[in-house]
């Protein structure tokens, strides 16, 4: 029971590649969120989805596509990086509205 | 909207003492959800305590308990018997109403770093 993983754990980009990283999780929850982690300051909402196949924006979407083609996974794609998406990066899952289990996070740094 | 404050950038305690973390919340919900989590240097966020806003009792988990006095909007992590490996950053976090529109998504402070000293 590996609870919720990322794929890559750290990332160097240059300004305006893409790349897409990959949140799995196998605990069957409905649930699943990504947020970023910037120096300072909490987590911020990115997208989420309540379920496979929906997704919906979150506090700080712009920048950023996802997607739940299966429950387990939640993917966030980044089309054209910018420097200002250097970030640290979380999956969290949760059994519907219940406490949220993260993933260890993806250093993303875009130069 | 819902905001979390976390008034101390850092706390020291030292070994074996205990030591509460301040968090204080503003939401319009009439229900609602708070968490703790903790960050260690490692970076992962871990799920320590939670709290709902309808419980009688404060919450508690070993050394961990929760200081909720929802008149003042207030949610304090209490960490009791402080050691070494408690170090690491806390963050309060709060989530909306049960089967609401807020599908669990969760308000974080910015968080509080801990120092304990042997």
């Known amino acids: 029971n590996a609870g919720v993983t990322q794929t890559p754990k750290f990332r160097v980009l240059k300004t305006g590649q893409s790349m897409t990283l990959l949140c799995a999780q196998d605990?069957?929850?409905?649930?699943m969120y990504w947020y970023r982690q910037d120096p300072g300051m909490g987590l911020r909402l990115i997208h989420y989805?309540?379920?496979?196949?929906?997704?919906a924006k979150g506090e700080v979407p712009d920048g950023y596509n996802v997607s739940r083609l299966k429950k387990q996974n939640f993917l966030l794609g980044l089309e054209s990086a910018a420097p200002s998406q250097t970030s640290v990066y979380f999956c969290?899952?949760?059994?519907?509205?219940?406490?949220?289990?993260f993933g260890p996070g993806t250093r993303l740094l875009v130069l | 909207a819902q905001k979390i404050t976390q008034t101390q950038p850092g706390m020291f305690v030292q070994e074996k003492e205990a030591v509460t973390l301040d968090c204080t919340y503003d939401?319009?919900?009439?229900?609602?959800?708070l968490f703790w989590y903790k960050q260690p240097s490692s970076g992962e966020m871990i799920f320590l305590i939670y709290?709902?806003?309808?419980?009688?009792q404060n919450a508690t988990e070993g050394r961990y308990s929760l200081n909720f006095q929802k008149a003042r909007k207030s949610a304090n992590l209490v960490i009791s018997a402080s050691q070494l490996g408690d170090s690491a950053m806390y963050f309060c976090?709060?989530?909306?109403?049960?089967?609401?529109?807020?599908?669990?998504?969760?308000?974080f402070g910015q968080g509080t770093i801990l120092t304990v000293h042997p």
């Open positions: 989805s309540v379920g496979e196949g929906t997704t």
């Open positions: 709290q709902g806003s309808y419980d009688q």
């Open positions: 605990m069957n929850h409905e649930y």
């Open positions: 969290a899952s949760s059994r519907y509205q219940e406490t949220q289990y």
């Open positions: 976090a709060m989530r909306g109403s049960l089967g609401g529109t807020s599908y669990g998504k969760l308000t």
């Open positions: 939401t319009s919900d009439p229900s609602y959800g």
